[in-house]
């Protein structure tokens, strides 16, 4: 089982979400992995701590030009569709933060000028939370190939373990990338006029993928009744409820899992994984 822990915006908690309903599961017994495909901004890992014993350069391929087998004819740049290479005369330039890294521009060259070349974009690693896997990914600053390097973290799952997917906030390309595949999302808001807004754009997104859903309320209790009022009437199960608590805030201040910090609140999170399947 996949689960994918969303939200419209950031800040409304769904690292604090995921990270616990991750701890539980583990705790509980079931074969649990813990995937941070925040890889813009990741920091599940300042919560749960890992013991990281594998760190993956990740790389994509971009093309390199020969100028002593270029003959200038254009090619390349009449296929790429994102101007990441032109041809200005006798010269070829390349642009690799456009590139898409499809290929098309070596495939068509005829006097076989262009050959690919590796580009590190960022780095996945892996280690353990105790019984918990852990896997999380960083794109290096100044790159924008995000849906790249979530697929790199998300070719880590394992098929025989219960798999927990930090995906980053809002609606986009990344968003999509590792929305894609999974069996089941948790969409996190908070109950403001923000909020709403964005679950609304987030629910139309898993609703157009076709993806079953429920939605975890958190801060509970700060904003107005407008959240729950739409939920109900778009049928939209909400399967848990996180108070307004001043230790929740006390406890995520000092990078410490709610789990741990507040006794009572391991009980709401096994709940939750109860309800959308993760345990029996």
Known sequence: ?????????????????????????????????????????????????????????????????????????????????????VCLQDQVLTF?????????????????????????IGEVESGTVGAL??????????????????????????????AIIDVPPGTSCPVVAA??????????????????????????LVREMGLPFSVVINRDGIGNDETQAHCTAEKIDIVARLPDDRRIAQAYSSGHMIIDAIDEYAGHFRKLATAIGCLE
């Open 96 to 120: 690799e933060s456009l590139c898409h890294s499809c290929g098309g521009c070596w495939l068509v060259c005829p006097s076989g000028a262009l050959r690919p070349k590796p580009l590190k």
């Open 133 to 162: 896997d852990y896997v999380g990914g960083r794109l290096e600053i100044g790159h924008v190939r995000t849906p790249a390097m979530i697929g790199q973290v998300k070719t880590r799952i394992r098929p025989d373990a219960l």
């Open 1 to 85: 089982m996949i689960v994918a822990v969303a939200s419209g915006k950031g800040g409304t908690g769904k690292t604090t979400v995921a990270t616990n309903l991750a701890r539980v599961c583990a705790a509980a017994g079931r074969a649990t992995q813990y995937l941070d495909c925040d890889v813009e901004e990741p920091n599940g890992h300042i919560f749960l701590k890992p013991q990281i014993t594998q760190r993956q350069d990740v790389t994509v391929e971009v093309p390199e030009v020969d100028a002593s087998k270029c003959t200038a004819c254009g090619a390349c740049g009449r296929i790429c569709q994102y101007s990441a290479i």
């Open 179 to 204: 929305l894609k595949g999974v069996d089941f999302v948790l969409l996190v808001t908070e109950p403001t006029p923000f909020g709403l807004n964005d679950l609304k754009l987030a629910v139309e």
